[in-house]
């Protein structure tokens, strides 16, 4: 079968493989649809740890197979892939935090998602409703669940103000998320007009253009003046975790969700008078993925309007390129097999 594999720093083709076999307590999935992250990009310039294997961890397909002892699922059963694939036997895990399972994710090292199949613990695929298309169903699978996951983790609670900075997939799919908690008002901030305008139309009280304008002079300016409740971080920079913690209110909570390149400097003095709260979060629970496919398929939750770019599985160069120069303000792009 085709897989799209990391052949070494910056470099990744697609090769012929041996078709996965189901392990006992394994399914093989068809792969349908898969999502390409900003995190599968970082992954191919060597920011993220990682050894020459197949890419990609959004995914989403059919049973094709079943191992031996597998139970609940049946061939033909339309799944998510959990890329967290947690082992549900380390002593986080059996804590309940999957999320930092210590087993390292899919497509990160180890066989990922860009493929015609996977075969992964069926445990670890989530159901998806016939409602769900399965480009929708893959990027549920990274960018849904791990928005999720932070809101629910934030405390926003409904009639918080919040504020979102960085509207890559993740981050968009967190302002429709954040809207469905109650976040009132709901603030989004990116330096692309095109992401503003969509942040708008899934739920987004207020725009803020970063380029053009002081987030954090926005946040102050709201309701009494002293900051927004929650502030959400999907970038990973300097600049706008320091944009973010700024723009909380004393007391206030920020999620660091976009990953960093390093060490960070910040006002500690500021941060601790405040009694502000940082708090970081990455990946997801199979818990939290069964919810926020629940969310999407009783239609509470928009996701189709964060896929921005659609593309056959065999462009996913092309389809790095658009990500990569943001030609067309690219959200999400979807590859269909
Ligand atoms: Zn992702
Ligand atoms: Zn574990």
């Not at 392990?23 to 920011?47: F, K, M, W």
């Not at 298309?133 to 669940?145: K, M, N, R, S």
């Not at 954090?216 to 929650?230: E, K, N």
Request: aromatic share 4%.
């Amino acid at each position: 079968m085709l897989a799209y594999r990391l052949k070494g720093k910056d470099r990744a083709a697609f090769e012929e493989v041996p078709k996965p076999r189901a392990q006992p307590g394994e399914v093989v999935i068809a792969i349908h649809a898969n999502g390409l992250c900003r995190s599968d990009i970082h992954h191919l310039h060597g920011t993220t740890p990682g050894e020459r294997s197949t890419m990609g961890h959004e995914g989403a397909g059919v049973v094709e197979a079943l191992g031996e002892g597998v139970e609940g699922l049946n061939v033909g059963d339309r799944v998510v892939v959990n890329y967290v694939n947690p082992d549900g036997s380390c002593p986080m895990c059996r804590r309940g935090r999957e999320d930092v399972c210590e087993r390292l994710p899919l497509g990160f090292g180890t066989d990922g998602v860009f493929a015609e199949a996977l075969a992964i613990p069926a445990r670890n695929v989530a159901v998806l409703p016939e409602a769900v298309p399965f480009d929708e169903g893959a990027i549920l699978g990274c960018a849904g669940a791990t928005a999720y996951r932070a809101t629910s983790r934030s405390d926003l609670r409904p009639g918080m103000s919040c504020m979102i900075i960085g509207l890559g997939g993740v981050g968009m799919q967190a302002v429709a998320i954040a809207k469905l908690f109650g976040a009132s008002p709901l603030v989004a901030v990116d330096v692309r007009d095109a992401k503003l305008a969509l942040a708008k139309r899934l739920g987004a009280d207020l725009l803020v253009n970063a380029a053009k304008e002081d987030p954090v002079a926005v946040a102050r300016s709201l309701g009494d003046g002293r900051g927004v409740d929650v502030a959400f971080e999907y970038i990973g920079l300097a600049k706008t975790l320091n944009q973010a913690i700024e723009a909380t209110r004393w007391g206030g909570r920020t999620m660091m969700v976009g990953i960093p390149p390093g060490k960070i400097e910040f006002d500690a003095q500021a941060f601790n008078l405040g009694a502000k709260t940082l708090m970081a979060t990455q990946g997801h629970t199979n818990q939290d993925l069964r919810e926020v496919i629940d969310l999407r398929a009783r239609g509470l939750l928009r996701t189709a309007e964060t896929i921005t770019h659609h593309l056959p599985f065999r462009e996913i160069d092309k389809g790095i390129e658009i990500l990569e120069s943001q030609k067309g303000d690219p959200v999400r792009i979807a590859l269909h097999h």
